[in-house]
């Protein structure tokens, strides 16, 4: 299997690429703290699928099969920097 590219988030390790963005992760990870991960992970989907992120697919250079999917990282960071606040809100509502 070829190397990941480094850019990319892997969609199926969101979840932990967002408690690393929060500064939480393992036995740090309070309810509270989970809650609003998953609130990301949820304003991230729709944000994809409304078009504001794209979700990426890499596949293998070789054989052309499809490897896996991911976000390219840096769009996610600027997705949160930008809408963290209201995201916050909606989890507490």
Same mark, same amino acid.
């Given at each position: 299997?070829?190397?990941?590219? =480094?850019?990319?988030? =892997? *969609? ?37 699928? *409304? ?15 499809? &490897? ?8 996610? &960071? ?7 606040? *209201? ?7």
């Amino acid at each position: 299997m070829p190397k990941w590219p =480094d850019h990319l988030v =892997d *969609s199926s390790r969101l979840y932990t690429f967002l408690t690393d963005h929060l500064g939480i992760s393992g036995q740090s990870v309070t309810t509270r703290k989970h809650h609003l991960a998953f609130s990301m992970e949820r304003a991230v989907e729709r944000a994809r699928q *409304s078009g504001q992120i794209r979700r990426y697919t890499v596949k293998d250079p070789a054989s052309g099969d499809v &490897v896996g999917q991911g976000y390219n990282r840096d769009e996610l &960071v600027q997705f949160l920097s930008r809408n963290r606040a *209201s995201i916050e809100r909606e989890d507490q509502a």
